[in-house]
């Protein structure tokens, strides 16, 4: 049996004879290894695309520098992802997990499905390029799809322990204000440029939702973190889930409002698929979500400017790290002019 591998696959990410050995033991079909690419995108996490045995997979394993809580977070993800194999959830499929970090060297992985579609942010296909109804549906699909997640019931699926969801939206807050008071640690950072950030902080808290029913979230739902088919319109998975925990499902409809591509500080990064147009409005995404839940949406706006308060939040910490020489420093002025821009969408909305 031999484990070869291309020379510009970096040995310290992948031990492909001990890989070679685990796939054998879990009796997935044995080969050499070939066309083997380390995957890009907008995750932390390494994504490799390996064939073997005629077989195509893609190997997920925690960043090249472990953090702390780097295998955990990876553990959760793969229990989770195995649970949603029998809901409409447009997830990865697991073909086998690993939760053993002695195997790789210290990191758990997983190999998963290769997902054979798309990403729209990055380029479209010639059809739908072509056509702005494909293009309407395929906007519509993300609201559909973020919505089956939502109602999916965690506890049924076995993941009732996942998360710490009692009093999730009353944290949500100080957590973010604590995160971005952390910043000052940073040599160099002058402090936080946010126009309104106390304001959206205090309108946050006086109008917190009093109800709200917990429930499975990614975390970080937006068009770069979903695959579309080649053939249509429809999602063909939901990718990233590093931040997938019990929370607040209706934070990934905020998540996914504040983020769209309109003219208003959602759209973080360059799109084929904004610049092509043709999207639907935000209140059309409402209106389908909607239709696919059986959660109320009356406070839905608070969930979009919570979105933006903590996103924003989110890119500040590159642009602080950029000042302090540990990120380029173009990327931190770009992340620190979109994060003005969504606590603008956010004052916009109070």
């Not at 702390?68 to 989770?80: F, P, T, Y």
């Amino acid at each position: 049996m031999s484990a070869s591998r291309p020379s510009t696959v970096d040995p310290a990410l992948v031990d492909f004879t001990a890989l070679a050995r685990w796939m054998d033991d879990q009796g997935l079909p044995p080969g050499d290894f070939t066309e083997i690419t380390e995957l890009t995108g907008g995750t932390q996490n390494v994504m490799l695309r390996l064939c073997r045995g005629d077989q195509v997979y893609v190997l997920r394993r925690p960043p090249r520098h472990l953090r702390k809580r780097s295998n955990d977070a990876l553990i959760r993800e793969m229990r989770v992802l195995a649970a949603l194999a029998p809901t409409p959830v447009r997830a990865p499929a697991i073909v086998a997990g690993c939760p053993d970090p002695e195997v790789l060297g210290g990191a758990v992985f997983y190999l998963m499905e290769h997902v054979d579609g798309f990403n729209a942010t990055v380029s479209l296909p010639p059809r739908h390029a072509a056509d702005a109804a494909i293009r309407h549906e395929m906007g519509l699909g993300a609201a559909r799809a973020i919505a089956e997640l939502g109602e999916v019931d965690h506890v049924a699926v076995g993941l009732g322990d996942v998360g710490n969801p009692t009093g999730f939206l009353d944290r949500q807050v100080g957590r973010w204000l604590g995160e971005l008071d952390s910043y000052a640690a940073f040599d160099g950072y002058p402090g936080p440029n946010l126009p309104g950030v106390a304001e959206v902080a205090d309108w946050l808290d006086r109008n917190r939702p009093s109800t709200w029913r917990p429930g499975l979230m990614h975390g970080d739902y937006h068009l770069a973190n979903i695959m579309y088919s080649h053939a249509g319109p429809e999602v063909a998975a939901i990718v990233d889930w590093e931040m997938v925990t019990v929370g607040d499902p209706l934070l990934d409809l905020g998540w996914l409002l504040a983020t769209w591509p309109e003219t208003d500080g959602g759209l973080i990064r360059p799109s084929a698929i904004a610049d092509a147009g043709g999207l639907p409005s935000r209140a059309e995404l409402i209106a389908c979500y909607a239709e696919h839940t059986s959660r109320d949406l009356a406070a839905i706006t608070w969930y979009r400017v919570l979105a933006c308060f903590k996103l924003g939040i989110v890119l500040e910490g590159t642009h602080a790290r950029a000042c302090a020489g540990k990120a380029p420093a173009g990327i931190g002025d770009r992340l620190h002019a979109h994060a003005i821009g969504l606590l603008t969408q956010a004052r916009s909305l109070i």
